[in-house]
T-cell receptor
Framework: DAKTTQPPSMDCAEGRAANLPCNHSTISGNEYVYWYRQIHSQGPQYIIHGLKNNETNEMASLIITEDRKSSTLILPHATLRDTAVYYCIVREGGGSNYKLTFGKGTLLTVNP | DGGITQSPKYLFRKEGQNVTLSCEQNLNHDAMYWYRQDPGQGLRLIYYSQIVNDFQKGDIAEGYSVSREKKESFPLTVTSAQKNPTAFYLC????????????FGSGTRLTVV
């Protein structure tokens, strides 16, 4: 699976959009981009995933660049409860390998 | 409600004792996983299972053992051979064959004294 690079920490003001970047320059054509978040001392929570098109759900939007070498997770109106570690993961879809490899992620702190 | 249940939430054991962490899911997921997390670190895969009666080692399997006798259950035993067992342990499950994400349990914090 391709490796990802994320900034170790970011700050965001409450009510503003939080834009979390992820670099995955070695991603291959059949690898998906997944985002999870982990609030302190809890299990990670699935947010969103995508292959090449931009995706949106009730939690966030995922913007993937045309060359697929990077992506951005957008939380449109961050709240204090969005303070968490956000993990960007790439993984081959389908096949027999369903393992996800979690790096250290980005600690997003939403400030009042 | 469907989900994954890990028990207990906190566990204390003396050094040299084996301990078993419970993980049960009622999501009808085929695949189950165990991860370990140390303070300030990401998650590291210990073992995973894609089908009953079959499991594979992850990146840090030494000192751990698992069983998968039922689809719903994937217990993890931390043996005395694990040099640094104190950690936060997370269990997850997923559907195989699709690009769905994992569902995680709330974790068990194991402290060995």
């Amino acid at each position: 699976d391709a490796k990802t690079t994320q900034p170790p920490s970011m700050d965001c003001a409450e009510g503003r959009a939080a834009n979390l970047p992820c670099n995955h320059s070695t991603i291959s054509g059949n690898e998906y981009v997944y985002w999870y978040r982990q609030i302190h001392s809890q299990g990670p929570q699935y947010i969103i995933h995508g292959l090449k098109n931009n995706e949106t759900n009730e939690m966030a939007s995922l913007i993937i660049t045309e060359d697929r070498k990077s992506s951005t997770l957008i939380l449109p109106h961050a709240t204090l409860r969005d303070t968490a570690v956000y993990y960007c993961i790439v993984r081959e879809g389908g096949g027999s390998n369903y393992k996800l490899t979690f790096g250290k992620g980005t600690l997003l702190t939403v400030n009042p | 409600d469907g989900g994954i249940t890990q028990s207990p939430k906190y566990l204390f054991r003396k050094e040299g004792q084996n301990v078993t962490l419970s993980c049960e899911q009622n999501l009808n997921h085929d695949a189950m996983y165990w991860y370990r997390q140390d303070p300030g670190q990401g998650l590291r895969l210990i073992y995973y299972s894609q089908i009953v009666n079959d499991f594979q080692k992850g990146d840090i399997a030494e000192g751990y053992s698992v069983s998968r006798e039922k689809k719903e259950s994937f217990p993890l035993t931390v043996t005395s051979a694990q040099k640094n067992p104190t950690a936060f342990y997370l269990c997850a499950s997923s559907i195989t064959g699709y690009n769905y994400g994992y569902t995680f349990g709330s974790g068990t914090r194991l402290t060995v004294v």
